[in-house]
């Protein structure tokens, strides 16, 4: 892992290959390791970055929970390309962190080469199905607040295997509040103006996230969605030499 002091933190990444740069962003409760499994797939034909996410991992955490927001972790994605002489990526993200891609996008679209969104989803249009996402988000909060990182346990398969990598409980408890709740329709809403190549890519067994990724594939012009089988939350970790095929397939297939 590498670090640099980018927005008045230290950020945490992994830069390895070489070729086309494609910039990766975990789920919740997860780190930038869990593309581990990618790399020796991507690598030999992509530049491929990884990195952990405010209040994850090895990044450092701020304690003062307004630092926390989708805004500022926009901001830290183009910070990070920019430190990197990254003037253009694909971009793309699991749960989370596809729904900061889609953030990326909305806000940097002349930065985006393509998406890759993976088991994920594009937020709420509806204020009330909005509110009651953030009021899980902050159950998470407090279950961190009380238990510590023994709250990662039984989550999904990505942040469990995360738990020995955090920094701290209250950094993972801020960024639900900041990141994880969300505030508008700002994304769902850019969906229709993407015009990108983008790869939506979900488990058959993601039950929850079956019904936005097939969501996403209609609203976002010629989008192309792909169902792996016997795959869960987590698609790249569950199967993932069916999740390298697809997204080396995408990638490939890219215009030059």
């Known amino acids: 892992m590498a670090t640099a002091a980018l927005n008045g933190i230290t950020i945490d990444f992994d830069d390895g290959g070489r070729g086309e740069p494609v910039l990766l962003s975990h789920g919740y409760g997860a780190t930038g390791r869990m593309w581990e499994a990618q790399r020796p797939a991507v690598e030999p034909r992509y530049r491929l970055v990884t990195w952990d996410m405010r209040g994850h991992g090895q990044t450092v955490t701020p304690d003062d929970p307004t630092q926390y927001s989708a805004d500022l972790t926009v901001a830290d994605m183009r910070t990070l390309l920019g430190h990197l002489g990254i003037a253009r990526a694909v971009i793309g993200g699991l749960s989370l962190g596809g729904y900061m891609s889609l953030a990326f996008h909305a806000r940097h679209p002349e930065l985006v ?141 890219l215009p030059r």
């Open 113 to 253: 080469r393509a998406l890759v969104i993976c088991d994920s989803g594009p937020g709420y249009r509806n204020a009330e199905a909005r509110a009651g996402w953030n009021a899980r988000a902050h159950e998470r909060a407090a279950d961190f607040e009380a238990r510590g990182l023994e709250a990662l346990a039984g989550r999904s398969r990505e942040a469990s295997e995360a738990a020995k990598r955090h920094r701290s409980a209250r950094g993972l408890a801020h960024a639900a509040r900041g990141m994880l709740a969300q505030e508008s329709a700002t994304v769902i809403d850019s969906l229709p103006a993407i015009r990108v190549p983008t790869l939506i890519i979900v488990g058959d067994r993601d039950t929850a996230f079956i019904a936005p990724c097939e969501y996403m594939a209609k609203k976002i012009p010629g989008a192309r969605l792909e169902v792996i089988r016997d795959a869960g939350h987590a698609s790249n970790i569950d199967q993932p030499a069916a999740f390298d095929r697809v997204l080396l397939d995408f990638l490939d297939g």
